[in-house]
C-alpha cells in the first residue's frame, strides 16, 4: 500500500507542477507572483519532478511553437507527424535538448518572459542528478514494495514528465470531442480530467490559451484551477483579469 501511495502521490505532483509552473506560469504568465514565491515553486518542480526535470525556459519555447503551429509540420510535437507514441517521445527530447542546451534558437516570439535560474536548470539537467533521484526511487521500492511486480513501477517514475507530455500531446490532438474550432486537431479526451489534472481539455487550452481554467462547458472540471483561484485569494499568486 505504502508503494502505491508514493506512486500516485509522485504523479500528481509532478503533474501538478508541470502543470501550474512549466505551462500556465511559464509558458503562458496566466498569472504573476512574487520572486520568492518563483523560486520557491521554482525548487518545488525539481523536488517533485526529480528524475524528469523539464527546465522551464526550453519547456516554454517548445510550447508556445506548439500553439504558434498546432498540428502543422511545424509544430514541435504534434502526433499526426509520427507514426507512434514512441516516436513523438524521441523527437521531442531532442528539440528539448536543443533548446536546454542554447542549440537551437528561438523564434523571437517565443523567447522571453519565462523564469530561470541557470544554476537550478543545470543541477536539474544533469545525469547525476537524474540518476541519484532514479536511486532514491529504486531505493524507496527496495525497502517497501511487498512484491518484484511493483518494481515495474520504476521507469514510470523514471520518465514521468516525459510521460505526461506524451499523453497530453498525443491523446489531447487525436481522441475526443471539440467545443471549437480552431483549424487544428485538438480535442478534449475526456469530459472530467482527473488524472492529468485538466491538461487533456487541449480544444478548450487552444481556443483560450491565456486562461487559467481549462474547463469550459459546465461538465468539464480543470482540478488545477480552484486551487489557483485560492492561490489568488491568499494572493500567493495573481491571476490575469481574464481568468
Known sequence: MIIIFFFVGHWFLSLFFQTFFQHRYASHRMFTTSPFWERTFYLMAYVFQGSSFLSPRAYAIMHRAHHAYSDTEKDPHSPHFFTDVFQLMKATAITFREHLNR???????????????????????????????????????FFFAPHW??????????????????????????????????????????????????????????????SANFGKRWFEVDPVYPVMKTMHWLRVIKLRKNY
Open 149 to 210: 511486480w511493483l518494481f515495474l513501477l520504476l521507469p514510470i517514475h523514471f520518465l514521468m514528465g516525459p510521460l505526461h507530455g506524451a499523453i497530453v500531446n498525443w491523446c489531447g490532438h487525436k481522441y475526443g470531442y471539440q467545443n471549437y474550432d480552431n483549424q487544428d486537431q485538438s480535442k478534449n479526451t475526456t469530459p472530467f480530467d482527473i488524472l492529468m489534472l485538466g491538461e487533456l481539455f487541449q480544444n478548450n487550452h487552444h481556443r483560450h490559451p491565456n
Open 103 to 141: 542549440k537551437q534558437n528561438p523564434e523571437t516570439s517565443f523567447a522571453g518572459y519565462y523564469p530561470e535560474w541557470p544554476l537550478l536548470d543545470r543541477i536539474g539537467s544533469s545525469i547525476l542528478s537524474r540518476l541519484l533521484f532514479g536511486a532514491m526511487y529504486t531505493l524507496f521500492y
